[in-house]
């Protein structure tokens, strides 16, 4: 298995690597880290050619990024909602990557390709928060060249340790492709372990967008917390009136400022709440025992057709509704009462 592995990569090795780079980087489960090092080893023993390998394995990460960055730009946070949903990784993906954006600006995009969980996500939410095509195209390339760059060296500099193993590989035939299939399969395991131990944490009572908006149609003063990132507030500038902002990663540094005997209702924009039910955790770890999320978040309170805040220019959610069906804007615009909060 190892020598007709070998025999591919030395007769169209520049394909072979791009194409695994290509289809890695777009998000199949085809890690391409492993025939990166495989690559360098042999363009060490000067079966490949380094330069032109380093050259279309960078292009080629370029070229997916870029295809995420126009998805993202086109589709914005939803193409993120759907990613999240699809993954193995915990539903908190999204949230995650953009407290990275929000602590290191779009400079993260230079280190998403070494943390997981944040190289496929942070080409579509750069698209979305528009930081300009060229600016991105240029941090990708940065990206790209250190992330191939590391696998290459390093499999040059371990190259006779690669020939060894690879030759040994090679000597227990079926065996190894037994062990390569079992080590996917554990792998696949702990993350489907990991999302279900991780949803099993967000099992907590949520309040509806219904029973919210007649607590406070009735005279309730429930204090209601936006938990959205502020990358999240600029893919989406309105929220729910009378919200306070309060970040899932600073919540520690806001207890002072909630009420421990009110009702705390918290809602972000991320599948299964995920970033409200955490901070929710955090606050009754602190006292705080009545504290609920929003079942749905503010995609649910948007949708059931109630009004929300926007910044100034921004006419609410009507003119978030009249982009994609101005009929529905007009009849929240005329039909919803207003909310005291």
Same mark, same amino acid.
């Given at each position: 298995?190892? $020598?007709?592995? /070998?025999?591919l ?36 023993q !000067?079966? @490949? ?10 292009? =080629? ?10 998805? !993202? ?16 990784e915990?539903?908190?993906c ?15 995009? &230079?280190?998403?390709?070494?943390? %997981? ?5 942070? %080409?579509?939410? +750069? ?10 195209v240029?941090? $990708?390339?940065? $990206? ?6 590391? !696998? ?24 190894a ?6 080590a996917?399969? /554990? ?17 907590m009572?949520?309040?509806?967008? #219904? ?18 990132? +502020?990358?999240?507030?600029? @893919? ?6 009378g919200?306070?902002?309060?970040? /899932?990663?600073?919540? #520690? ?23 409200? =039910? ?12 009545? &504290?609920?999320?929003? =079942?749905? #978040? @503010?995609?649910?309170w &948007? ?14 959610? $009507? ?23």
């Amino acid at each position: 298995m190892t $020598s007709h592995l /070998l025999d591919l990569v030395t007769r169209y090795g520049l394909a072979v690597v791009a194409g695994n780079v290509l289809l890695d980087q777009l998000g199949l489960p085809v890690p391409a880290m492993p025939l990166l090092i495989v690559a360098g080893a042999l363009a060490a023993q !000067g079966t @490949l050619a380094p330069l032109p390998l380093l050259a279309l394995a960078v292009l =080629a990460c370029v070229f997916a990024d870029f295809i995420w960055y126009l998805i !993202g730009e086109r589709y914005g946070l939803r193409v993120l909602k759907t990613l999240c949903r699809i993954s193995l990784e915990p539903d908190s993906c999204v949230s995650q990557t953009q407290i990275r954006f929000d602590r290191w600006g779009s400079n993260s995009i &230079v280190v998403a390709k070494f943390v %997981p969980g944040l190289a496929v996500i942070a %080409p579509p939410l +750069a698209g979305a928060m528009r930081i300009g095509r060229l600016r991105f195209v240029a941090l $990708s390339g940065i $990206s790209a060249l250190l992330w191939v760059g590391a !696998g290459m060296l390093a499999g040059a500099l371990f190259h006779r340790q690669i020939e060894r193993l690879l030759s040994s590989l090679d000597r227990i035939g079926n065996i190894a492709l037994w062990i390569v299939c079992a080590a996917l399969a /554990l792998y696949v395991a702990y993350k489907a372990f990991d999302r279900a131990r991780f949803h099993r944490l967000l099992r907590m009572a949520r309040i509806s967008v #219904g029973e919210l908006y007649e607590l406070i149609q009735a005279g309730g003063e429930p204090v209601i917390v936006d938990v959205r990132s +502020a990358a999240a507030r600029a @893919l989406e500038p309105h929220w729910i009136p009378g919200a306070l902002h309060v970040a /899932l990663h600073d919540v #520690g540094k806001q207890l002072a400022h909630l009420p421990r005997d009110g009702e705390i209702i918290l809602y972000c924009t991320c599948p299964n709440e995920a970033s409200a =039910a955490q901070v929710a955790r955090v606050l009754r770890k602190h006292g705080f025992h009545r &504290v609920r999320p929003l =079942a749905g #978040g @503010l995609d649910a309170w &948007v949708a059931a057709g109630h009004p929300v805040d926007s910044p100034p220019g921004v006419r609410g959610a $009507s003119a978030v509704l009249a982009k994609a069906d101005p009929e529905a804007a007009r009849t929240r615009d005329s039909d919803t009462p207003a909310i005291t909060p």
